[in-house]
């Protein structure tokens, strides 16, 4: 069993920054894949950025160039650097652990948090 409990969320300008985390107990955190997702209202849970057990990096076509996915296993913590937010990125953000191959769909992935809110503000 993995609990994963995000924070760091809040209100932000359009064009600024934040830093989510999400710390992970139980299971040993080195051994699993970590994934961001983000739902906003009326849609979709979709895909943000993942890192790999092995340190391989993903990121959606919507954030890539402005969002940093990195992992600090001796800390247990999932980070997800956020940098020139937009409105459109308003949404709660949950942070996941899977062990399988894939990394880029819900499905692939076992834990979640419970969610952390940002909102931009245009």
């Known amino acids: 069993q993995v609990q994963l409990v995000e924070s760091g969320g809040g209100l932000v300008q359009n064009g600024g920054s934040l830093r989510l985390s999400c710390t992970a107990s139980g299971r040993i955190f080195s051994t699993y894949n970590m994934g961001w997702f983000r739902q906003a209202p009326g849609k979709e849970r979709e895909f943000v950025a993942a890192v790999t057990r092995i340190s391989t990096y993903y990121y959606g076509d919507s954030v890539k160039d402005r969002f940093t996915i990195s992992r600090d296993n001796a800390k247990t913590t999932l980070y997800l650097q956020m940098n020139s937010l937009k409105p459109e990125d308003t949404a709660v953000y949950y942070c996941?652990?899977?062990?399988?191959?894939?990394?880029?769909?819900?499905?692939?992935?076992?834990?979640w948090g419970q969610g952390t809110q940002v909102t931009v503000s245009s």
């Open positions: 996941a652990a899977g062990s399988g191959m894939a990394i880029l769909r819900i499905r692939d992935y076992i834990y």
